[in-house]
């Protein structure tokens, strides 16, 4: 089976020059939990996830008390560019779904963005591979 057969084609990205915060809120809105980073001309330059905040970010849940609320607003104003995973990691339309679970696998990540011809054609997740397992007839 092809990742174009299970990928997202409407992918929701941000650039790399948003803040954080606006990330975080397409985020929530979209309930995801990870996108891809273009920059200004359509290229994915990274990939920026829940997970990039919370290794990039203070335990804010531990030091809320302690941190004034204009430091929280400085921590998130920062361009996504400064804690996205980067370089991305990218498949093709065509690549194979297996190899696409060892990458999961090796790599320890949950979604890597498609292209094609150099641009951003889909998204595919850990959770699409492992639907795709579970529907296969043996």
Same mark, same amino acid.
């Given at each position: 089976?092809?990742?174009?057969?299970?990928?997202?084609?409407?992918?929701?990205?941000?650039?790399?020059?948003?803040?954080?915060?606006?990330?975080?809120?397409?985020?929530?809105?979209?309930?995801?939990?990870?996108?891809?980073?273009?920059?200004?001309?359509?290229?994915?330059?990274?990939?920026?996830?829940?997970?990039?905040?919370?290794?990039?970010?203070?335990?804010?849940?531990?030091?809320?008390?302690?941190? $004034?609320?204009?430091?929280?607003?400085?921590?998130?104003? $920062? $361009?996504?560019?400064?804690?996205?995973?980067? $370089?991305?990691?990218?498949?093709?339309?065509?690549?194979?779904?297996?190899?696409?679970?060892?990458?999961?696998?090796?790599?320890?990540?949950?979604?890597?963005?498609?292209?094609?011809?150099?641009?951003?054609?889909?998204?595919?997740?850990?959770?699409?591979?492992?639907?795709?397992?579970?529907?296969?007839?043996?």
């Amino acid at each position: 089976m092809k990742v174009k057969e299970i990928m997202t084609k409407n992918v929701i990205s941000v650039k790399a020059d948003q803040s954080i915060k606006d990330a975080v809120i397409i985020l929530r809105r979209h309930k995801i939990s990870g996108v891809p980073v273009l920059d200004s001309d359509e290229n994915v330059v990274g990939v920026f996830s829940e997970t990039d905040i919370l290794d990039k970010l203070p335990d804010i849940l531990e030091e809320a008390e302690k941190i $004034p609320m204009i430091d929280v607003q400085e921590l998130t104003s $920062p $361009p996504v560019s400064t804690v996205m995973g980067k $370089p991305p990691i990218v498949v093709t339309s065509d690549e194979d779904i297996r190899n696409v679970a060892k990458i999961f696998l090796e790599k320890y990540i949950h979604r890597v963005p498609v292209v094609d011809n150099g641009k951003l054609v889909g998204i595919v997740s850990l959770g699409d591979v492992l639907k795709a397992f579970s529907e296969v007839k043996l």
